[in-house]
Nanobody, 116 residues
């Protein structure tokens, strides 16, 4: 199995920044894509950002221009830099990987709370 551990969540005021990290238990170079999703209390899970094997990125409209997904192959880590945070960004954030065979693996999540 693939294990993922998120960290970096916390409490921040509106307009603040956080950087989430996700350490993966094996090389991330071969994964088809890596992603961040989030789930607010009482809401369905929402895709946030994706980075492909080639490094192409896509973002949800709600975070475009504020969030940046990146990776460090040497550290087997994917990051989500979150700037200009808003209360509606409050959620549990999960990182995940997808193999070329279509298998998905997800971490346990990290809580992000943005106060007004």
């Amino acid at each position: 199995q693939v294990q993922l551990v998120e960290s970096g969540g916390g409490l921040v005021q509106t307009g603040g920044s956080l950087r989430l990290s996700c350490v993966v238990s094996r090389s991330i170079s071969s994964f088809n894509r890596m992603a961040w999703v989030r789930q607010a209390l009482g809401n369905q899970r929402e895709g946030v950002a994706i980075i492909t094997k080639r490094g192409a990125t896509t973002y949800a409209d709600s975070v475009k221009g504020r969030f940046t997904i990146s990776r460090d192959h040497a550290k087997n880590t994917v990051y989500l830099q979150m700037n200009s945070l808003k209360p509606e960004d409050t959620a549990v954030y999960y990182c995940g990987v997808a193999t070329d065979e279509g298998q998905n693996y997800w971490g346990q999540g990290t809580q992000v709370t943005v106060s007004s």
